[in-house]
């Protein structure tokens, strides 16, 4: 190859590298403002959920430390349970627009489908702030280094959601935003509990 393709090659490159960082991220990446998600009536709402469930309801919006090893054996813990795992983190524009969309799902299916967060590659203080603004009915483990999403193979997008059955088997990794309520409300009746629209 001429030095002039590589060069050429190189540089189209970084451009690719620049237009997917640019699109993993928000334009305006300011602190998000506290949405109206009411955490007292979720859990009330999710009373009497299986013991499994009601343990996940339990650590609501807590940061656990963990390994793949600790969220692998979460995930086994809940078989009989479908299970999604969102990959989140405090600095992710996209993140900050579909967490509520988790949070509404969380509440609506958390008596059968259990949910779990990976804080990934991010902040544990900017993390807290962000689970206060933005609490869950759920736990997250927190991934400091992505090493927990690098093991489970799921891929540097942010947000990611991984969907497994009740057997748990991993059923479908979606890469990316979920933009529209509606969207996630279908991978988790599609992929978790198996009923396709």
Request: proline residues 6%; aromatic residues 10%.
């Amino acid at each position: 190859m001429s030095r002039r393709l590589l060069l050429v090659l190189g540089a189209v490159a970084v451009v690719v590298v620049v237009v997917v960082g640019l699109s993993q991220t928000n334009t305006n990446n300011a602190a998000p403002k506290a949405n109206a998600f009411d955490l007292a009536a979720a859990k009330r709402a999710l009373a009497g959920a299986p013991a499994p469930l009601a343990a996940l309801h339990e650590q609501a919006s807590v940061l656990l430390p963990g390994s793949k090893k600790d969220v692998q054996a979460r995930i086994e813990e809940l078989k009989g349970h479908p299970v999604v795992v969102n990959k989140w983190a405090s600095w992710c524009g996209p993140c900050r627009y579909e967490f509520p969309f988790l949070q509404r799902n969380s509440v609506r299916y958390g008596k059968q489908v259990a949910f779990i967060g990976l804080d990934s590659n991010d902040e544990g203080a900017a993390a807290k702030r962000f689970l206060k603004q933005f609490p869950l009915t759920y736990p997250s483990y927190v991934d400091q280094n992505s090493r927990i999403a690098q093991a489970l193979e799921i891929g540097k997008n942010y947000p990611t959601t991984m969907y497994y059955d009740a057997a748990g088997k991993l059923q479908y990794v979606h890469q990316g935003l979920y933009s529209t309520d509606a969207a996630l409300d279908a991978d988790i009746r599609r992929y978790a509990l198996g009923r396709p629209s």
